[in-house]
């Protein structure tokens, strides 16, 4: 049984890895584990990436990785307002082509310690209060008060932080690319169940 298992995670390896690197993988969970801390790590590196980028790029990238999600819709629009005068809104998407239901995005690119508060929410209601909008997400790089977290429920706003953000990001595929797909097998009890041939 431990050579089978052996076999089946030689053959899921890139060619070239050698017999020593197989030894130090010893179960499912252990792949599991490292995959996760590689893509933790990658996480990190978007965080610092996006730290890096100018406002225009991050209110680019948010409304992206919404589409990505499919909130857009198969018919819908996404418009990035202008970075001057935008009223409190940084992305529409229109999820169908007549824009009756729409998605109001705020996008805010913040250091880790910059901590957003519940009169940053109450501003964006403000926003969406104006133009009659009962949908609207929030996103920032860093994380939310306790209070910006109960006026947002309150609202009805969707909060999005730093951590969220890099997770979906990874998950939806956007800012990377899959570097590798493994493929890890156990025997199908089933198939060899003799009551079901």
Do not use: C, W
Not at 22 to 40: L, M
Not at 118 to 142: E, K, M, N, W
Not at 143 to 170: H, N, P, Y
Request: hydrophobic fraction near 40%; proline fraction near 3%.
């Amino acid at each position: 049984m431990a050579e089978l298992q052996k076999r089946q995670v030689t053959e899921i390896m890139d060619v070239g890895e050698t017999d020593e690197s197989v030894e130090k993988i010893d179960t499912p969970r252990k792949i599991t584990k490292e995959a996760t801390d590689f893509n933790n790590q990658i996480a990190t590196e978007l965080h610092k990436r996006i730290l890096e980028s100018d406002p225009a790029f991050f209110e680019s990238l948010v409304t992206k990785l919404l589409e990505a999600m499919n909130y857009k819709g198969p018919n819908g629009t996404v418009e990035i307002t202008p970075l001057t005068n935008d009223k409190g809104i940084d992305g529409i998407i229109n999820q169908d082509p007549l824009g009756t239901r729409t998605v109001y995005v705020q996008a805010k690119r913040y250091a880790t310690e910059n901590v957003v508060q519940r009169p940053a929410i109450q501003a964006f209601y403000g926003a969406l209060s104006q133009i009659h909008a009962d949908r609207g997400v929030f996103i920032t790089t860093s994380s939310f008060s306790k209070g910006a977290v109960e006026a947002a429920t309150s609202f009805s706003i969707v909060l999005i932080d730093g951590i969220q953000l890099t997770d979906l990001m990874l998950q939806y595929h956007v800012g990377v690319q899959v570097k590798q797909t493994l493929q890890l097998f156990e025997v199908d009890e089933d198939f060899f169940d003799l009551d079901t041939l």
